[in-house]
């Protein structure tokens, strides 16, 4: 069978996994990968110089809307496109592949948004100040096309619903304008939960080590997006961060390790937390290993979880007010987690105690609302994708 997957992001070594391509492969499966960054994501700067290109697989990087055209025979002449660029409405960026797959007839896929805590927008308690500026700055950081598309029905602008979508969590049900009545659902969970199946399965050794999840925040590419870059003082960030690193490795008799961001700059992260050690590519067995993990809003602090990894909220005044979002991610992480934030503006004044605990109530609940779908089996993401979807029996639509 011949599969097609668009992504927004340069295919790197871990999207092997990640994606399917290895699973597609190994049952024999054809794959075309459609690189759409340049077009999804044209503010951020897509470095490209972990990209892998297998010869088992043709990939194109498609680097404006009229090369996009061009591929339409690609669309109609697969038996299955994986849709990687868009799980949740219609944006500006997305709508030209969006549409060129209704048009194609091939059936398609869809991932359920992975959600994390305060992912979707609430207001709680705060009083009408607050939430006026709040309301304020998420109107000068809006995309207002995007603000349109996201409310149009997708019938009206030429979009067809999905064949398929995979849920994780009981969080990824949620209002989409991609899913409609022949869409078929699959109950599955998370693409990190294969990560820890993996992991789980295998041996190794609890050491005395503390990870801290990097989300290389001063320069994060998410922030060009929302219109707040540059925001966060670098420097400052990472001398308190070193402080707070200095004290947890004399009150627990632990040493911290750095698990760097996937997409983060080598040469700067490498130098950021002083003479620490800092892996690329390896957080998932850094978690494994750890006696408690250190972090701000990773998701990968669903990882944590599921590993019952004690957690420490690590945030400062900067950070928590440069968007109404991160206001709610963090006290919304702090509520389901059990833990308090610790605000490292004056590393002198984070409180240490009790951090080794953990709700195992509470991460139970977590896994069941934000990571793997209730009764779910715990077996490889695209196994259960390929058996449900029976790809043999695929074909173009009437």
């Known amino acids: ?89 219609v944006e500006y960026s997305t709508y030209i592949a969006l549409n060129m797959i209704a048009k194609s007839g091939t059936p398609y896929l869809i991932f359920a948004p992975s959600v994390y805590p305060g992912a979707i927008w609430e207001r709680g308690d705060r009083s009408g100040y607050k939430t006026f500026q709040d309301f304020w700055l998420r109107l ?30 009981n969080a990824s049900h949620m209002k989409n304008e991609l899913v409609g009545e022949k869409t078929t659902p699959i109950f599955a969970h998370t693409m990190d939960f294969d990560l820890f199946l993996d992991k789980k399965n295998s041996s190794f050794v609890q050491e005395n080590i503390a990870v801290f999840i990097d989300q290389s925040l001063p320069d994060h590419p998410g922030f060009i997006s929302l219109k707040i870059a540059g925001k966060i003082n670098a420097d400052a960030y990472y001398r308190k961060l070193r402080m707070v690193f200095d004290a947890i490795e004399d009150h627990l008799n632990l040493r911290v390790v750095i698990a760097g961001h996937p997409r983060s700059n080598r040469r700067k992260i490498q130098t950021a937390f002083g003479d620490r050690e800092v892996s690329l590519g390896k957080t998932v067995d850094l978690i494994a290993k750890s006696r408690i993990v250190l972090a701000h ?102």
Not at 147 to 157: G, T
Not at 317 to 336: A, G, R, T
Not at 366 to 392: D, M, T
Request: aromatic share 12%; hydrophobic share 40%.
């Open 297 to 398: 809003y990773s998701t990968a602090i669903g990882i944590a979880v599921l590993f019952q990894k004690p957690v420490m909220l690590l945030a400062n005044k900067e950070m928590y007010d440069l968007h109404p979002k991160y206001k709610y991610v963090f006290e919304k992480f702090s509520n389901v987690l059990g833990v308090p934030i610790n605000y490292f503006d004056e590393p002198d004044e984070v409180d240490f105690s009790n951090l080794l605990y953990v709700n195992e109530k509470l991460y139970e609940g977590y896994i069941n609302e934000y990571l793997k779908a209730c009764g779910s089996p715990s077996r490889n993401l695209w196994e259960i994708v390929h058996n449900k979807i029976g790809l043999k029996n695929l074909g173009p639509l009437n």
């Open 140 to 169: 000068k950081t809006m995309n207002i096309f995007n603000s349109i598309l996201y409310r149009l029905p997708r019938q009206f602008i030429g979009i067809r619903e999905a064949d398929y979508i995979v849920y994780n969590g």
């Open 1 to 89: 069978m011949k599969v097609l997957i668009l992504i927004k992001q340069p295919l790197v070594k871990r999207d092997f996994n990640r994606y399917g391509i290895e699973f597609l492969l190994s049952k024999g499966h054809e794959i075309t990968i459609l690189d759409l960054s340049d077009l999804v994501h044209p503010e951020t700067p897509n470095d490209r110089t972990e990209e892998i290109n297998d010869s088992r697989i043709e990939l194109r990087k498609i680097g404006s809307q009229k090369l996009l055209k061009f591929e339409k025979k690609t669309f109609s002449g697969n038996d299955l496109i994986i849709n990687l660029i868009q799980s949740l409405g």
